[in-house]
């Protein structure tokens, strides 16, 4: 465990911020360029723990990739059936999109026996809504227990299916379609609700046909693949922290560039917007790989309560913990329901969000499947944070701490580097101690 870091409170935070990269594009550049046949050209890769897993992962299946620095990769790819089993398992870490988009991967090469494991935390992750759908296309794989490790024997041919998801899942349609690029026939994914769409968009840019419609999803098999450049936005999900302290903070007004706005992306824009945040969205623009970005605007504002059903979940599952926070701080009373999603992530955060939340001076309680939040309209008391492993509960400890009247300790700062390294820095460089 590392040196507990003391958030003092703030005043204003001000300025242009950069964030990393998107690290649900991060892991897809490596694991699709990796699929194409020749080099491609990564800009903005976002380093994490989570994103170096996929590298090495990656490299352990056989697949060159130069890391320039910086942000930039050229991942030398090996073709739709290149990849080779390494000796041992592959250590996903404590990466979840790694394991489940891999699966269906490994599982569609023309040969070879794939074990992916990882940490303790990845161990309790469900994978059997990747298997049971990779099993209906033909796909040989076992779980353990319905968890990792996985076992994938490849070289049973697969077929196209049409798969109903049961919980909206961008991880579980990514394995699904990636799993198709070789399969007998189209695959279609049905989802109950819009997730998050950077598999099909980086396939299209890489010369696959995937067709999207009233909530089908449909890839037909590529002969081949082939992508010259990918350039990452900048993750919504890491810019969640600055956008609501800012938000919260009096006299706060700070920019962010090139930020990623695909579909499954905004919700946590829609959601402050009626809560009466003040974020404006300006220059519009596609990437070179087809991913929707802008720039942004974040000014502080006074926030009223809001409620958020099971239909807005899965677009902002990730940015559910800082929006309890902003919820804490609103005027009135926020219900969050249908989130049960959240109770296997990193942490139960359903759980882990109300403990902190209380252990700083907020009103929340776990109902069901979501949160019932009083807010109170004024600075929160303070107090210490266990993240307890989780990045996203470490940086919400942070922004609590920016946002109270006596700072707040987060026991264990090294969990955010799973996904923002560089998040303390930024925050230190924009605000100013509260005087």
Not at 354 to 360: E, K, T
Request: charged share 20%; hydrophobic share 45%.
């Amino acid at each position: 465990m590392s040196t507990p870091w003391l958030v003092e409170p703030a005043g204003p935070l001000v300025g242009e911020l950069a964030v990393n990269g998107d690290k649900s594009v991060s892991h897809r550049s490596l694991l699709i360029g990796a699929l194409c046949d020749g080099p491609v050209e990564v800009v903005g890769w976002g380093d994490s723990a989570d994103t170096r897993a996929t590298l090495e992962a990656v490299r352990a299946l056989g697949v060159t990739v130069d890391d320039h620095g910086a942000g930039r990769l050229t991942v030398h790819g090996v073709g739709l059936t290149g990849l080779r089993p390494p000796v041992g398992s592959i250590d996903v870490r404590n990466a979840g999109t790694l394991m489940r988009l891999l699966s269906g991967i490994v599982a569609m090469q023309p040969s070879g026996v794939f074990t992916l494991d990882g940490d303790e935390s990845i161990r309790r992750r469900p994978m059997e809504r990747v298997a049971a759908p990779l099993r209906a296309m033909g796909a040989e794989i076992e779980t353990t227990a319905g968890c990792p490790p996985v076992v994938v024997t490849a070289g049973t041919p697969l077929h196209g299916i049409e798969h109903v998801l049961e919980v909206a899942s961008a991880q579980v349609k990514s394995a699904i379609l990636l799993a198709g690029l070789r399969a007998d026939g189209p695959t279609t994914v049905i989802e109950p609700t819009a997730t998050r769409d950077h598999t099909e968009r980086l396939l299209r840019a890489a010369g696959a046909t995937v067709h999207s419609a009233g909530g089908r999803v449909t890839l037909v098999p590529p002969a081949r693949l082939q992508l010259a450049r990918i350039e990452v936005p900048g993750d919504i999900s890491s810019a969640a922290f600055p956008i609501v302290a800012a938000t919260l903070i009096p006299q706060s007004r700070i920019f962010l560039r090139g930020i990623g706005i695909g579909a499954g992306r905004t919700g946590l824009l829609d959601v402050l917007e009626r809560m009466g945040g003040r974020i404006a969205l300006f220059n519009r623009r596609l990437t070179d790989a087809g991913e929707p970005v802008a720039d942004l605007e974040v000014a502080h504002a006074e926030l009223s309560a809001t409620s958020i059903g099971p239909d807005e979940i899965a677009g902002l599952v990730d940015e559910l913990p800082i929006i309890a926070l902003a919820a804490c701080v609103a005027r009135g009373r926020t219900r969050v329901r249908g989130a049960g999603e959240l109770r296997v992530k990193e942490s139960d955060r359903l759980e882990s969000v109300r403990d902190a939340l209380h252990g700083v001076g907020g009103h929340i309680e776990v109902r069901g499947d979501g949160w019932l939040i009083r807010g109170v309209p004024s600075r929160l008391r303070g107090g210490t944070v266990d993240p307890r492993g989780d990045h996203r509960i470490a940086m919400l400890g942070a922004v609590a701490g920016l946002y109270s009247e006596q700072g707040v300790t987060v026991t264990d700062p090294t969990a955010i580097d799973v996904s923002f390294p560089g998040f303390r820095a930024l925050m230190q460089a924009a605000t100013a101690v509260r005087r």
